[in-house]
């Protein structure tokens, strides 16, 4: 998967609205829950450094809120690392072109979308 790909998928999939808040980032995108405003996922283009890779390689990753007790199990996946720029207690962020298991993303990115929803 790429990020248009995901993209179009959350589109697709998910009552929401699609943000691009920052000037200086102009392929940072937010996107956000149509019904409360709260972000449930964010696409970057990024250095892997950022997220503690030892390179200095552009990726696109995807930030999505998490259950906190998945996280520690989750960034042991390839491809799944604590978030960038965001709580790491809640957040994780995953390579959306290297993560191969395109299913387990989107229910990762529908957690996202539950968790960030009104109580």
Not at 1 to 10: A, V
Not at 14 to 27: F, G, I, K, N, T
Request: with cysteine; glycine share 4%; aromatic share 12%.
């Amino acid at each position: 998967m790429n990020r248009n790909e995901l993209l179009q998928y959350i589109q697709q999939e998910y009552v929401c609205d699609v943000d691009y808040p920052w000037e200086r980032y102009p392929d940072y995108i937010v996107i956000r829950r149509r019904d409360n405003q709260k972000w449930f996922a964010g696409i970057f283009d990024i250095k892997g450094h950022q997220v503690g890779r030892d390179t200095n390689e552009s990726m696109d990753i995807v930030n999505l809120k998490c259950e906190p007790d998945l996280i520690p199990n989750l960034i042991h996946e390839n491809g799944i690392y604590p978030a960038y720029h965001m709580n790491k207690q809640h957040w994780i962020s995953v390579d959306i072109e290297s993560y191969e298991d395109i299913e387990k993303l989107k229910m990762l990115v529908d957690m996202s979308y539950q968790l960030v929803g009104h109580k």
